[in-house]
């Protein structure tokens, strides 16, 4: 158990409809990381938080959004999904070090039908 | 364009056989590690390499950090197929903010 909690674990959606997938970071960590995860594309990087701001940004579609709360739990939104958003969607979270490490959870399976 | 780039991208072989995994960037990373992926399941950290050419074991596994701290390569001796998974290398680039980057992966598939 990495200690970071997502939920939920699966979810089947329609085209063209809006969800949002949670995430509870490791007690004590300040940054959350969100990655999705396809069979062609591996593990790619979509955004960052640290304590409630934005810190780094990948290849987070306009139609992809994320904010982290003041209790540091992390929401990512998906909007106007398309099939190609089917995916497996991670959230991970790190202490602050100079080393990074990343915690990951169990992840989200998203189905767009 | 991947910034790591992983090979052999599938790997299946004979329990006791031994392998190696490589990680490859023309980058420069503060730190490298390596995580261990099981179906259903989010990354898990085996080993992080910080310093140019170093050389970390965990049990059957070696791990070591190129000298230029661009590449790395993992080691399996005598695999067992509880070594069955997804190898992943990332690394701490820290050109694009501390941006965390992964691999392209490697499958392994360990048959008894």
Sequence with gaps: DSGVTQTPKHLITATGQRVTLRCSPRSGDLSVYWYQQSLDQGLQFLIQYYNGEERAKGNILERFSAQQFPDLHSELNLSSLELGDSALYFCASSATSSLLVLFFGQGTRLTVV | ?112
């Design chain 2, 1 to 112: 364009t991947q910034l790591l780039e992983q090979s052999p991208q599938f790997l299946s072989i004979q329990e006791g056989e031994n392998l190696t995994v490589y990680c490859n960037s023309s980058s420069v990373f503060s730190s490298l590690q390596w995580y261990r992926q099981e179906p259903g399941e989010g990354p898990v950290l085996l080993v992080t390499v910080v310093t140019g050419g170093e050389v970390k074991k965990l049990k059957r596994l070696t791990f070591q950090f190129g000298d230029a701290r661009k590449d790395s390569s993992l080691h399996i001796t005598a695999a067992q197929p509880g070594d069955t998974g997804l190898y992943l290398c990332a690394g701490d680039h820290r050109d694009t903010g501390n941006q965390f980057y992964f691999g392209t992966g490697t499958s392994l598939t360990v048959i008894p």
